[in-house]
């Protein structure tokens, strides 16, 4: 499967979310919240870009190692276990010394999050020398002088997209103050949160 096909699985299954909290929220049965919800649809929305960027990270790194990607300065500074080298090398060119360094690559990749802008910058730099969010940017038209500020506010909304998923998973999406009551959450925060990462995936999708 290529990542976007990863990505539009785990898209679709997030709009069940939505369809159910339309179904609950225009019915009578008050006794039911419908806003948790909103907050389970945030995280698998978020969910979606972080397995998104790391298919598009694992499987261009292998791409390079196989030989029919370019490399990049990224790829050059990549660090494998000689675990890793060992079973390559013992492999011989082929199908099994790709899969023993993808294997490699995957299990590296398993302890870090694509969410927060910078981190998907940073996979992304695996595999590519395009300056991530600049060229977003261009990608969705931002022109000249614009080009950094608009950057600027693509990083911004994605932090802030990002803290808020984190809140969700991790505090139970409570504020701080005593008593710590749940942050508001509408129906238009998650639809906001959906153009912003289908921006993101789209630009990736025409740049790498």
Known sequence: MTPKSYFDNVWIRADLFGTL????????????????????????????????VH?????????????????????????ITADALMRIHAAGPGSV????????????LSRV??????????????ISSIELWNEVAKHHGATGGTV??????IKIGLSAIASRRNKIVHEGDLQPGLPRTEWPITRTDVDDVKTAILRVVVAIEALV
């Open 55 to 79: 298919e598009v990270v694992a499987q261009n790194l292998v791409k390079i190692f196989q030989g029919t990607r370019p490399m990049c300065p990224g790829y050059s500074k990549l660090q």
């Open 148 to 153: 950094k500020t608009a950057a600027g506010a």
């Open 97 to 108: 010394s790709d899969a023993a360094f993808e294997l490699e690559i995957r299990e590296k």
């Open 113 to 126: 999050t694509y969410q927060a802008p910078d981190d998907i910058a940073d996979g992304i730099r695996l």
């Open 21 to 52: 909290h339309a179904f609950i929220s225009g019915s009578t049965a008050a006794a039911l919240d419908p806003t948790e919800l909103l907050r389970a649809e945030w995280a698998m929305r978020v969910s979606a870009l972080d397995l998104y």
